[in-house]
């Protein structure tokens, strides 16, 4: 027998109307931000993430899904924004259309240890607008995503804001915090001493006890951020505020990955524990579409995690199933006839089903129970000499003869 393999999930029909709800809701908001959806490959080359989030980001370093044939290395992508950004300067979108909003649904792929709400086929929800360096457009997104988190009936989560700055910035502020840090070395962590040389942010959101305290210590602010970086932040947090968009700024928020530049966001919820109590975030990436070949050009964008949004959300919204009508023929004649009744139904735009099975009455009645059908029609022999059916209507009980030329007209009045 065949299992499937650790981290990965079968969706099944029961769970899947709410992952469609989602998925509506989200499409919808998006469009309502002007959002055009995107499918870029599940697959790219290795070294567009080795560029984009750089050679020491974990996910580069230990959970990418690698694929050698011959020369080539290809990676299951471990995330959206590289092959997004890839697909606008491939398609030469800077030059025909120039600031670009998209928005994205579908797996991604990590080498994880599996553990709640983490595993190695996730499912994303993002966007990513390409092309502009205004606040206002922070704004826009971080209160795009409040808006979703809304509209899926999620509470109690916190929006953390934090400005990286530009990259003189982010260089000054990994000098500070080496100086910092430097007589701290011994108490670290163990990996904490990897980041200090190779991914020095890093330390900032370590999970470690000992390290947050020493973190802690620092008493960080905005000092690192130059005038224009500091302004533009100030900007984003009265957007917030005039939007009434509830966050927080934590100056220790540094996100893990090499692109990210100016503001960052991260969205926690207390339901999923201390290590990755994160619904999703995301952030600036000012150089990383120059960094992939493209124009200089300010871009931003998230990504939600589905199975964690499910996780969170007491109610979440589901999309309707189509009402199901339910055939039951009694006897050989009635089976053909029913056949050709539940093609004609279907032609009209009716979801209808029958059991191939010709099961008793009862039986078949409790098939019909357990597909939630909303009516059933019964045809027997008599219905069949008089070209009618027996309709049942499911939830109010009743039954009424019905003739067969009424019956589109009956089951969608
Ligand atoms: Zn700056
Ligand atoms: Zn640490």
């Given at each position: 027998?065949f299992?499937?393999?650790?981290?990965?999930?079968?969706?099944?029909?029961?769970?899947?109307?709410?992952?469609?709800?989602?998925?509506?809701?989200?499409?919808?908001?998006?469009?309502?931000?002007?959002?055009?959806?995107?499918?870029?490959?599940?697959?790219?080359?290795?070294?567009?993430?080795?560029?984009?989030?750089?050679?020491?980001?974990?996910?580069?370093?230990?959970?990418?899904?690698?694929?050698?044939?011959?020369?080539?290395?290809?990676?299951?992508?471990?995330?959206?924004?590289?092959?997004?950004?890839?697909?606008?300067?491939?398609?030469?979108?800077?030059?025909?259309?120039?600031?670009?909003?998209?928005f994205?649904?579908?797996?991604?792929?990590?080498?994880?240890?599996?553990?709640?709400?983490?595993?190695?086929?996730?499912?994303?929800?993002?966007?990513?607008?390409?092309?502009?360096?205004?606040?206002?457009?922070?704004?826009?997104?971080?209160?795009?995503?409040?808006?979703?988190?809304?509209?899926?009936?999620?509470?109690?989560?916190?929006?953390?804001?934090?400005s990286?700055?530009?990259?003189?910035?982010?260089?000054?502020?990994?000098?500070?915090?080496?100086?910092?840090?430097?007589?701290?070395?011994?108490?670290?962590?163990?990996?904490?001493?990897?980041?200090y040389?190779?991914?020095?942010?890093?330390?900032?959101?370590?999970?470690?006890?000992?390290?947050?305290?020493?973190?802690?210590?620092?008493?960080?602010?905005?000092?690192?951020?130059?005038?224009?970086?500091?302004?533009?932040?100030?900007?984003?947090?009265?957007?917030?505020?005039v939007?009434?968009v509830?966050?927080?700024?934590s100056?220790?928020?540094?996100?893990g990955?090499?692109?990210?530049?100016?503001?960052?966001?991260?969205?926690?919820?207390?339901?999923?524990?201390?290590?990755?109590?994160?619904?999703?975030?995301?952030?600036?990436?000012?150089?990383?579409?120059?960094?992939?070949?493209?124009?200089?050009?300010?871009?931003?964008?998230?990504?939600?995690?589905?199975?964690?949004?499910?996780?969170?959300?007491?109610?979440?919204?589901?999309?309707?199933?189509?009402?199901?009508?339910?055939?039951?023929?009694?006897?050989?004649?009635?089976?053909?006839?029913?056949?050709?009744?539940?093609?004609?139904?279907?032609k009209?735009?009716?979801?209808?089903?029958?059991?191939?099975?010709?099961?008793?009455?009862?039986?078949?009645?409790?098939?019909?129970?357990?597909?939630?059908?909303?009516?059933?029609?019964?045809?027997?022999?008599?219905e069949?000499?008089?070209?009618?059916?027996?309709?049942?209507?499911?939830?109010a009980?009743?039954?009424?003869?019905?003739?067969?030329?009424?019956?589109?007209?009956?089951?969608?009045?």
């Open positions: 027998m299992k499937k393999i650790p981290g990965t999930r079968d969706i099944l029909p029961d769970h899947v109307s709410s992952w469609q709800g989602i998925e509506d809701v989200s499409r919808r908001l998006f469009s309502l931000y002007n959002y055009k959806e995107i499918r870029p490959p599940l697959i790219e080359e290795a070294g567009l993430f080795n560029r984009s989030l750089g050679d020491a980001a974990e996910i580069v370093q230990k959970q990418m899904f690698l694929i050698q044939k011959a020369e080539d290395v290809y990676a299951l992508r471990p995330e959206g924004t590289a092959s997004i950004v890839r697909a606008y300067v491939e398609n030469n979108l800077d030059k025909t259309a120039g600031f670009e909003k998209f994205y649904i579908g797996p991604m792929f990590r080498m994880e240890r599996p553990q709640k709400g983490r595993l190695r086929q996730f499912h994303h929800i993002g966007c990513e607008a390409i092309g502009s360096r205004a606040p206002e457009l922070d704004v826009e997104v971080i209160s795009m995503a409040d808006n979703l988190l809304r509209a899926f009936s999620i509470e109690g989560y916190t929006i953390v804001i934090n990286l700055g530009c990259a003189e910035d982010r260089k000054h502020f990994g000098g500070f915090l080496k100086d910092a840090l430097n007589d701290h070395l011994p108490a670290l962590c163990e990996d904490c001493r990897v980041r040389g190779r991914n020095i942010l890093r330390i900032l959101d370590c999970k470690n006890e000992g390290c947050k305290a020493i973190v802690n210590n620092l008493s960080l602010q905005n000092a690192h951020l130059c005038d224009v970086c500091r302004d533009d932040f100030e900007q984003v947090r009265n957007g917030l505020k939007l009434g509830n966050h927080e700024v100056p220790c928020l540094v996100r990955l090499d692109y990210y530049t100016g503001t960052v966001f991260e969205i926690k919820h207390p339901t999923l524990g201390p290590q990755q109590d994160a619904l999703g975030a995301g952030g600036r990436y000012d150089n990383l579409v120059k960094e992939l070949g493209g124009p200089e050009t300010g871009a931003i964008g998230f990504a939600l995690g589905v199975e964690r949004l499910l996780l969170a959300a007491q109610n979440p919204p589901v999309r309707p199933a189509a009402k199901l009508v339910y055939i039951i023929p009694l006897g050989e004649d009635a089976r053909q006839h029913g056949i050709i009744l539940l093609h004609t139904l279907r009209n735009n009716i979801s209808a089903d029958t059991d191939y099975e010709s099961r008793s009455l009862k039986g078949a009645m409790r098939r019909a129970n357990d597909l939630k059908a909303c009516y059933v029609l019964i045809i027997g022999d008599d069949l000499k008089k070209n009618t059916v027996m309709c049942k209507d499911m939830a009980g009743k039954q009424e003869e019905i003739p067969e030329t009424g019956l589109v007209e009956y089951l969608t009045r």
